[in-house]
Each structure stands twice: as structure tokens, then as C-alpha cells.
Nanobody
Framework: QVQLVESGGGLVQSGGSLRLSCAASGSIFSFNVMGWFRQAPGKPRELVADIRGGTTTYFLDSIKGRFTITRDNAKNTLYLQMNSLKPEDTAVYYC???????????????WGQGTQVTVSS
């Protein structure tokens, strides 16, 4: 089974940028959808952005215009470019593939271990 490993998190000041990467241990070509989630302490997991079929994207309202999601099938990697970061973006960010939404949560056989993003004010 394909494993997903995130990288690129860290501590950044408000207004700064980070690029998260999600490297897969195998081909991501067959994944219809890939996405980035985040979870802040005491809050539920939320879908930040996803990309379907390589071109169709979804973005959480609060990050529209600031984040970009791309996938590189040749490199088996998913990216999240985060600009104009705000303290409220602080969370652990996870990548996932072929997830489904059911009964208030997301389910998938493919989750990364997460990478911490901390934005200081």
C-alpha cells in the first residue's frame, strides 16, 4: 500500500509562506482525489484543499486566495503552497488520498503522519 509522508512544516511569522510536500512511496496516478487536511488543538479535522482529476480544486473559504494545491504525478508528490499565513492557520497538516466524507468526518486508507505548522503573530 502506498505510504504518504509530509514535510515542509515549521514556525513562520504572520504574513510568511511555507510549502508543504506530501511524498508518496508509490504512484499517485490512480488516486482520483488528493487533499490536505488540518487539525488544530481542540478542533475537528477540516479539509483545507483538494484536487480531483489533476485540475479541479476545492479550497476552504478561509484560505481562498492564499493557498494553492498542486500535484506532480511524475514525482508522486502533492504540494500545498501557503502564502500570507495567519496565526489561525496554526495546526497539524495532513495529506490524504481517495478520502470520502461520511457522517461528519473523512475516511481514507491513505493518511500521512502530519506536519506541524505554527504561525506566530
Amino acid at each position: 500500500q502506498v505510504q504518504l509522508v509530509e514535510s515542509g512544516g515549521g514556525l513562520v511569522q504572520s504574513g510568511g509562506s511555507l510549502r508543504l510536500s506530501c511524498a508518496a512511496s508509490g504512484s499517485i496516478f490512480s488516486f482520483n482525489v488528493m487533499g490536505w487536511f488540518r487539525q488544530a488543538p481542540g478542533k475537528p479535522r477540516e479539509l483545507v484543499a483538494d484536487i480531483r482529476g489533476g485540475t479541479t480544486t476545492y479550497f476552504l473559504d478561509s484560505i481562498k486566495g492564499r493557498f494553492t494545491i498542486t500535484r506532480d504525478n511524475a514525482k508522486n508528490t502533492l504540494y500545498l503552497q501557503m502564502n500570507s499565513l495567519k496565526p489561525e492557520d496554526t495546526a497539524v497538516y495532513y495529506c490524504s488520498a481517495d478520502f470520502v466524507y461520511y457522517n461528519g468526518d473523512y475516511y481514507s486508507d491513505y493518511w500521512g503522519q502530519g506536519t506541524q505548522v505554527t504561525v506566530s503573530s
